[in-house]
């Protein structure tokens, strides 16, 4: 389904995620089912996969496999999802967290800059809250905090202020007004970076990324049996931090609790010290894994 999603650090992945063919694995963001259908190659016939995604889109990547069981939904009330399917614990997740290629290249869902189009980017099109609502109903300070901790731009306070004013005359509902509202703090010859950070803070904000990344992580150490396998892959140093710190010490400040006899209670075992990147061919191939980093780490 390359139309749909190149899948980033593919065998990578995969590799570090299935220690047991037989076991209970789940894809928590399904997708294009590039990932899915190689962990399904790896499987026997008593291995199964379960595969998450909120968007209607993905269904028509289902494979036609009765090891697989597709669950549409968010990934971070995945223990309940599998609860209902009858499973308490499960042998390895993986966690890819980029916005598929199919979002970015679909102009009317409003993920891209590259196009004119609504300002929408829903991951799930039945979601309330869209990018129009937060540019036009968040007030100043609410907008330069998303600017300044989703975007790291440090102009976030003057970007809000001219998103406030360029709205005072009527509501900012395209991409096209969003861009020119913001034009002239626009630094010369950094355009598609300066929009790539602004985009991602509007689009952490409207599919509350940072608060599901959070759950997802806590639900995975409860669902993981001891030896299964927490794979995940991240593109910005907001969510990178998160996961590192979780798999490093089971909280995201990243200091281990410890017990009475200052012994550091550490849930997980870190599978790579260091993260894994792409590799120069994978980035040849796929420009838009360039920013990927693969982090993996196995519950004691």
């Known amino acids: 389904m390359s139309e749909y999603h190149t899948p980033v650090l593919l065998k990578e992945s995969v590799d570090l995620l299935i220690q047991r063919p037989d076991g209970v694995y789940a894809d928590l963001t399904f997708g294009g089912g590039g990932h899915s259908r190689e962990i399904l190659s790896r499987l026997g016939r008593e291995g199964h996969l379960y595969g998450f995604d909120q968007d209607l889109d993905a269904i028509e990547n289902i494979p036609d496999d009765d090891r697989f069981t597709f669950i549409r939904g968010n990934f971070r009330f995945q223990r309940g999802f599998l609860r209902e399917a009858g499973v308490e614990q499960v042998d390895g997740i993986l966690a890819d967290l980029g916005v598929s290629s199919h979002h970015f290249d679909a102009a009317e869902r409003g993920f891209s800059f590259r196009f004119d189009a609504p300002l929408d980017m829903r991951m799930n099109r039945e979601g309330r809250l869209t990018a129009a609502e937060v540019v036009n109903g968040y007030d100043?300070?609410?907008?330069?905090?998303?600017?300044?901790?989703?975007?790291e731009l440090n102009t976030a306070g003057r970007l809000a202020r001219a998103v406030?004013?360029?709205?005072?005359?009527?509501?900012?509902a395209t991409i096209a007004e969003l861009r020119e509202a913001i034009a002239p703090?626009?630094?010369?010859?950094?355009?598609?970076?300066f929009l790539a950070k602004l985009f991602q803070a509007i689009r952490i904000?409207?599919?509350?990324?940072m608060d599901a990344l959070k759950m997802m992580l806590e639900q995975s150490l409860k669902?993981?049996?001891?030896?299964g396998?927490?794979?995940v892959i991240t593109y910005h140093s907001l969510e990178d931090r998160l996961v590192k710190n979780f798999m490093r010490s089971g909280n995201f400040e990243g200091e281990a609790e410890k017990d009475f006899f200052g012994k550091a209670n550490l849930p997980?075992?870190?599978v790579v010290r260091k993260a894994i990147v792409p590799s120069p061919a994978e980035l040849e191939r796929n420009s838009r894994s360039r920013s990927a980093k693969l982090r993996a780490a196995m519950k004691k």
């Open 223 to 227: 669902l993981l049996s001891p030896g």
């Open 205 to 209: 904000e409207v599919n509350r990324e």
């Open 185 to 193: 703090l626009i630094p010369a010859g950094e355009e598609s970076k």
């Open 140 to 151: 100043e300070q609410a907008l330069a905090q998303i600017f300044r901790e989703y975007g």
């Open 164 to 172: 406030v004013q360029a709205r005072s005359d009527g509501e900012i």
């Open 268 to 270: 997980f075992e870190l």
């Open 229 to 231: 396998r927490l794979v």
